[in-house]
């Protein structure tokens, strides 16, 4: 398959996958809003922090680094060894859950009951669910690997969304019930999304269709463990690749989910004080979830089956290598300017956005200022997304090993990028406690957005050496024209003014006139958009704007 049909595949998931997930998030988000007019904020934060994060915390680490060494081997390999070495994340996932949810059942603190019920039950079925959503893990890569555009959206959209309708249901008729509601319901959860990868690949194998996608295996009981009849139970180069990514994703996972890991085991702030954190958190990162990640994961197949690891660019098929360049330029102009979009609209709107959503539990007290320092991270989020994806997907194993050390010139051992990533993960672990001690929840933030800058450099720094030696230049991608630039910030300026007259203690009619004033800067800041980068434009239309590609891209 050549670089601008698998360009054609990558565009199509992403795009079919952003608008299915508009869809269901809309309707998760409409629940989501309704349940939070009958909870309480201890039970918010134990849920979407504690429990939450245990759960995040099992699947990240069991199956993170295999889900990026399986999806980067080209089509010539044996799926039988790869299959054998995605069903390893279900014993190691046993492991991380059962050592896990002892250090949350006897070194945390325990919730007090009659505030926040039924908690050791809690951890014990929200470990249970990381368990079950591994099972599906090879059936989820097997759909990645072979861009199935809707599968995965609809597989986990449908399953949001069921969850969501059994904790309102729950919460209205057993709100005794305590943390039983949202144990249960997360268990419902991973066992629908398995469930229906199971059922798609049941009715697909053996079918006409599944020639078409020229699949690896013919029936079910090829997707289980099997000993080859010849070679090795495991590809060990993608074992070896395997391991590589995990000494990386252990430390990686500190930084992802850091201001968890303090608050849960430094108690900076109380259950409470988490929940209206989180929340905002979880609002603040819904444009990031709707747009960026399919994005990033749609690409990174792109970027990984198009590139080879282990070549320069100056090595490589230059037409795939000047198509790989001509879109992570137009990727990181579209994140930046959905970004700073976030940033410049979302300050003055942040207030009024809250009270729609949750109320005065969420609109008094800190959570405007949380929500406003999000939109900036949202920009450094959108931007280390598409930087992130390209550097995973080009480099090699050895690079993966040295990666620190080799992009900023300080060494190449991986113990030298293994201090430093410990350095890294322990100073951002500091820092947030520091910052939370002096501002409060935004100190959590203010660490993020600097976890995220280094991060960035890194990416920024690996993908300037990689094309340094060839005529392309992606980089320019996070050039803005002047005029655009200050249509930005002209417009961030007059929404400011009128959230201070219009919004939000003056009635409705006031606050539609300042949801007006913000429509109208935001269409001119497109339209100036629109005028000023054409080459994005062009980019759009062309691998994006239409249900199949030409194949064509200037």
């Known amino acids: 398959m050549g670089s601008r049909e698998v360009l054609g595949q990558a565009a199509r998931l992403a795009s079919s996958g952003l608008l299915l997930q508009v869809l269901f998030r809309l309707i998760t988000f409409v629940l989501n809003a309704f349940i939070l007019r009958f909870l309480s904020k201890e039970i918010v934060g134990i849920v979407n922090v504690r429990l939450t994060l245990l759960y995040s915390t099992t699947t990240f680490l069991a199956r993170e680094a295999f889900r990026r060494a399986c999806l980067s081997g080209g089509a010539q390999r044996d799926w039988s060894q790869t299959l054998n070495l995605l069903w390893l994340t279900v014993p190691l996932g046993v492991l ?3 050592f896990l949810g002892w250090v949350w059942l006897q070194l945390l603190e325990v919730p007090d009951p009659n505030v926040v019920p039924h908690y050791g039950m809690g951890v014990v079925l929200f470990g249970l669910s990381a368990v079950v959503e591994l099972v599906g893990e090879p059936f989820w890569v097997l759909a990645q690997a072979h861009m199935f555009v809707k599968l995965k959206v609809i597989a986990e959209s449908l399953s949001v969304i069921l969850k969501s309708v059994l904790i309102a249901f729950l919460v209205l008729w057993l709100p005794h019930w305590g943390l039983y509601i949202f144990s249960s319901a997360q268990l419902f959860y991973t066992a629908v999304l398995v469930l229906c990868y199971v059922i798609y690949f049941k009715k697909l194998l053996g079918s006409p269709e599944s020639i078409k996608h020229t699949l ?6 090829d997707l289980l463990p099997n000993i080859p009849r010849s070679g090795a139970f495991v590809n060990w180069t993608e074992a070896k690749l395997t391991w590589s990514f995990f000494k990386q994703s252990f430390l ?3 930084l992802t989910e850091g201001e968890r890991y303090v608050m849960t085991f430094l108690n ?6 988490q929940g209206v954190y989180d929340t905002v958190n979880n609002l603040g990162s819904l444009v990031a979830r709707l747009i960026f ?12 089956k198009v590139l080879e690891r282990e070549k320069d660019a100056t090595l490589q098929k230059q037409e795939d290598v000047a198509v790989a360049a001509a879109v992570l330029e137009s990727l990181l102009k579209l994140a930046l300017l959905a970004g700073l979009t976030i940033t410049f609209f979302g300050f003055a709107y942040s207030q009024l956005a809250l009270d729609i959503y949750g109320g005065a539990m969420l ?9 406003r320092s999000y939109c900036l991270y949202v920009l450094l989020l959108a931007i280390n997304g598409v930087t992130e994806c390209f550097t995973f997907a080009a480099m090699s194993k050895e690079q993966v090993d040295r990666a620190f050390g080799w992009m900023c010139n300080i060494g190449t051992s991986f113990e030298l990028y293994n201090l430093t990533m410990l350095a890294l993960s322990s100073s951002f672990l500091v820092l947030s406690y520091l910052l939370t001690r002096w501002c409060g929840s935004v100190g959590f933030i203010v660490a993020n957005c600097f976890n995220m800058g280094i991060r960035i450099t890194q990416s920024l720094c690996f993908i300037h050496r990689y094309y340094r030696n ?4 992606p980089l320019a991608g996070l050039y803005l024209s002047p005029v655009l630039l200050g249509a930005f910030v002209l417009s961030g300026g007059i929404t400011a003014v009128s959230e201070v007259f219009l919004c939000c203690e ?3 009619p006031a606050r539609l006139a300042h949801v007006a004033v913000g429509a109208f800067c935001l269409g001119a800041t497109l339209g100036t958009a629109f005028l000023t980068e054409t080459k994005l434009i062009h980019f759009l239309r062309t691998q994006l704007g239409v249900p199949r590609l030409t194949g064509k891209m200037t």
């Open 470 to 473: 060839s005529p392309y230049r």
């Open 96 to 98: 991380w859950a059962l």
């Open 293 to 304: 990640q399919p994005v990033e994961e749609s690409f990174y197949i792109f970027f990984a």
């Open 363 to 371: 609109s008094s007290g800190s959570g405007p200022v949380l929500l």
């Open 252 to 254: 990686k996972q500190i």
């Open 216 to 221: 690896p295996v013919s029936r079910m009981t």
């Open 506 to 508: 003056q009635g409705w």
């Open 268 to 273: 900076v702030l109380n259950f409470g004080d």
